[in-house]
Each structure stands twice: as structure tokens, then as C-alpha cells.
């Protein structure tokens, strides 16, 4: 069936560090991806997307390119801050299904 | 534009009790789904509602119930209440176009005892 794999957290980062937080999924075909970010205490809100191979969604600062070949969606950045800290999940989506299906999320802390 | 809204924001339960959580969303959106969250388990879902008048099983559906009351509200309830079901609870929409990407309320911290 369709999964996604992340990275096991937490991931501890110096402010201005480069961040890669590692997703790779699981299913047939073209899925559409995402990448959410939870901050403390809220929902989650969309951070990016790509809906099909070699798209690169970007936002805030944040990238992701989908590999088709590698069957990837990392999250990157390159010069983190403290307000980066949050739990970041990476989902998709089959054949335009009304369901995500998510990772297991990957928290990040960044200190000053 | 409020978004997903969802209340209450926390609420203590003793095992036996029943309760409703309320979800509504104000982008004319088609689908709503209700998610749990769980330490080390990302975001599963339990029920959604794929348009107005229809509601499907998700992945954990057992001891909840919903209803979708209209195209902007859809309701989660649970009827006896479990400490297994002690968990923050997510109501999301999305609209049937496109890549289907889901807007989340800010959650409902349910604690069971």
C-alpha cells in the first residue's frame, strides 16, 4: 500500500544551520506531495508542494524537489531559525484521493 | 476568513461519558475529514466526508461516530468515551479540485480518565 517514511527526530540544529529533514514514500503511479509544519500548540499548516516529478515547491525559505527516481521529497533549508522549531510531516496523495497519508512527522529544535 | 475552526480546545472526559467535537469551515470547501494525533504516530484518520450528505470510515473509526450536518459543519462524536481515546483530535477540509490539500483547525486536546 502507499506510505511515506521520515527521518526519526529530533533533529537539533544551530540557528543559520543547513537543515535536510530526509522523506521518501511509497506508491504507484504519480502521487501529489506535501510537506505540513505543526508549530507548538497549533494545526498543521501547509508549507509546500509538488505534483509531479522534478517539481520543486518552495516556501519561506523551505524546498523540496520530487524524484521520481529515488521516490524522494526532502525537505530543505538553508539557514535555519529558532522559529523554524516544529514538528514537520511530509504526506501524500494518490490519484487525487480525498485522503493524505501521512508521515510520522520529524521535530525539529533549533537553538540560538 | 476564520478557516477550520474546531471547539472545544480542551476537555477532561471520565471513561463512560459521551461528547461531540465541532468542526466548521468557512472556504466553501467540499470534504472535511477528522484526524488523531498521537506521540511517534503522525496523523490518523478516523472518519471524513467526501462531499455534503456522505461520510466514510477511515483508518481508526471505531468508537466514534459523525455527522455532517451541512456543506460547513461536520462533527465527531464519541459515545463512550475510552482512555485509549485520550489524544489531540484535527478537523481538516479540502476542496474536491485539484491536489486536494487539506486545511487543518487548530485542534481539541481530549484527555480520558
Known amino acids: ?112 | 476568513n476564520a478557516g477550520v475552526t474546531q471547539t472545544p480546545k480542551f476537555q477532561v472526559l471520565k471513561t463512560g461519558q459521551s461528547m461531540t467535537l465541532q468542526c466548521a469551515q468557512d472556504m466553501n470547501h467540499n470534504s472535511m475529514y477528522w484526524y488523531r494525533q498521537d506521540p511517534g504516530m503522525g496523523l490518523r484518520l478516523i472518519y471524513y466526508s467526501a462531499s455534503e450528505g456522505t461520510t466514510d470510515k477511515g483508518e481508526v473509526p471505531n468508537g466514534y461516530n459523525v455527522s455532517r450536518l451541512n456543506k460547513r459543519e461536520f462533527s465527531l462524536r464519541l459515545e463512550s468515551a475510552a482512555p485509549s481515546q485520550t489524544s489531540v483530535y484535527f478537523c481538516a477540509s479540502s476542496t474536491r479540485q485539484g491536489v486536494y490539500e487539506q486545511y487543518f483547525g487548530p485542534g481539541t486536546r481530549l484527555t480520558v480518565t
Not at chain 1, 505543526?38 to 525559505?61: C, F, I, R, V, W
Open chain 1, 1 to 112: 500500500g502507499n506510505s511515506v517514511t521520515q527521518m526519526e527526530g529530533p533533529v537539533t540544529l544551530s540557528e543559520e544551520a543547513f537543515l535536510t529533514i530526509n522523506c521518501t514514500y511509497t506508491a504507484t503511479g504519480y502521487p501529489s506531495l506535501f510537506w505540513y509544519v505543526q508549530y507548538p500548540g497549533e494545526g498543521l499548516q501547509l508549507l509546500l508542494k509538488a505534483t509531479k516529478a522534478d517539481d520543486k515547491g518552495s516556501n519561506k525559505g523551505f524546498e523540496a524537489t520530487y524524484r521520481k527516481e529515488t521516490t524522494s521529497f526532502h525537505l530543505e533549508k538553508g539557514s535555519v531559525q529558532v522559529s523554524d522549531s516544529a514538528v514537520y510531516f511530509c504526506a501524500l496523495n494518490k490519484d487525487s484521493s480525498y485522503k493524505l497519508i501521512f508521515g510520522s512527522g520529524t521535530r525539529l529544535l533549533v537553538r540560538p
